[in-house]
C-alpha cells in the first residue's frame, strides 16, 4: 500500500492550504484515514481523523476550528484543510489508514504511513 500526502508548501501566517492523501489500491476505502504532523526533536503529533465513510471526524484542540479533514470516495483522496495557519503549524504532515472504519489519535492504531510532505507558516 502506498500512501501519497501533497500540497504542502510556505505560506504566510493567517493563510490556508490543503493537503491530499490518495493511495492507489483504494485500501483506505473501508478505514479511517488520519493526519499526524511532525517537527525536528519532537515525538508526531495527532492532527485529526476522519472515518470510513466521512460520517465523524476529530481533530487536535490545537487545530479545531482551523482544519477540516474530509474524503472523496469516488477519488480515493483525502484532504486536510488548513487556515488561519500559524507558524507554530509548521511541521512535516502525515497520512496515515488507520486499522479500522473510526481510527483514534494513537500513533500504534494506523496501519500505513505516508511519506509527508512539509508545511511551512512564516510569521
Known amino acids: 500500500v502506498q500512501l501519497q500526502a501533497s500540497g504542502g508548501g510556505l505560506v504566510q501566517a493567517g493563510g490556508s492550504l490543503r493537503l491530499s492523501c490518495t493511495e492507489s489500491r483504494r485500501t483506505f476505502s473501508n478505514n479511517a484515514v488520519g493526519w499526524f504532523r511532525q517537527t525536528p526533536g519532537k515525538e508526531r503529533e495527532f492532527v485529526g481523523v476522519?472515518?470510513?465513510?466521512?460520517?465523524?471526524?476529530s481533530y487536535a484542540e490545537s487545530v479545531k476550528g482551523r482544519f477540516a479533514i474530509s474524503r472523496d470516495t469516488a477519488k480515493n483522496t483525502v484532504y486536510l484543510q488548513m487556515t488561519s495557519l500559524k507558524p507554530e503549524d509548521t511541521a512535516v504532515y502525515y497520512c496515515?489508514?488507520?486499522?479500522?472504519?473510526?481510527?483514534?489519535?494513537?500513533?500504534?492504531?494506523?496501519?500505513?504511513w505516508g511519506q509527508g510532505t512539509q508545511v511551512t507558516v512564516s510569521s
Open positions: 496515515a489508514v488507520g486499522r479500522n472504519a473510526y481510527g483514534t489519535s494513537t500513533e500504534n492504531t494506523y496501519r500505513y
Open positions: 476522519i472515518s470510513w465513510k466521512g460520517f465523524s471526524t
